[in-house]
């Protein structure tokens, strides 16, 4: 009985790796652009990666770990962000029956479009997000377009609106209010004894495109 279960075991392993193997993957890391909502101006951005990282690379803030450049670099999570950039499809990609877009990390909430045609939104920064985007493909170039919703806009009226109001521990002089509660985001963004308040956005895992025939074993779901 022991060999039948190990034999089994090694026939349905064989089966998953081979199933894994055969999907086509499109990787959407590496160089994007990124602007304020309303501006006309698109800047360079890296995915990974977030708002602040790509505002310094940019030139446009300074270290916000140092000194006290903190204070001045609290405006950014009270604005939206758009990231963008543009990828190929070819027919062995869009000529099977399962074409996912994957973004394993978008902090926190954002609309997914493609070619303006909205595909998916996210709210979620501790999960891996997939939006079936065959029928949004055909072959040849595409934009993808992800705008980052503030914080703020999100989830004021949400603390507004409680029956009671919760407030921050004063660790942090500019953490009034304890607004992270209403987000599935990392609490340190807003601020702790040990590190400076940066409410930040941004595709902080790998983005990419996967497809394949018929069906595959991923974790525990088949898909």
Not at 29 to 37: I, K, L, S, Y
Not at 156 to 174: F, G, I, T, V
Not at 194 to 222: M, N, S
Request: with cysteine.
């Amino acid at each position: 009985m022991k060999n039948f279960l190990c034999i089994a075991m090694f026939i349905f392993c064989s089966i998953v790796t081979i199933s894994a193997e055969e999907a086509l993957c499109i990787d959407l890391c590496g160089q994007w652009e990124f602007r304020q909502c309303g501006s006309t101006e698109w800047k360079a951005a890296t995915v990974p990666g977030c708002v602040h990282t790509d505002l310094m690379a940019a030139g446009v803030i300074e270290d916000p770990f140092y000194g006290r450049n903190e204070k001045s670099l609290q405006w950014i999570g009270e604005k939206d962000w758009e990231y963008r950039r543009t990828f190929r499809i070819e027919d062995k990609e869009r000529l099977v029956s399962n074409v996912y877009m994957v973004l394993e990390g978008v902090d926190t909430y954002a609309e997914i479009s493609i070619n303006g045609l909205p595909v998916g939104t996210a709210d979620n920064m501790f999960r891996t997000w997939r939006f079936d985007v065959r029928d949004a493909l055909k072959e040849g170039e595409y934009e993808i377009l992800i705008r980052f919703e503030s914080v703020f806009r999100h989830d004021m009226p949400k603390y507004l609106d409680a029956p009671y109001r919760l407030m921050a521990w004063p660790n942090n002089d500019q953490s009034d209010i304890w607004l992270s509660l209403y987000a599935r985001t990392a609490g340190y963004h807003y601020g702790w004894d040990w590190g400076p308040r940066l409410i930040t956005c941004g595709l902080h895992k790998p983005v990419y495109i996967e497809a394949w025939d018929d069906w595959r074993y991923v974790g525990a779901q088949i898909i």
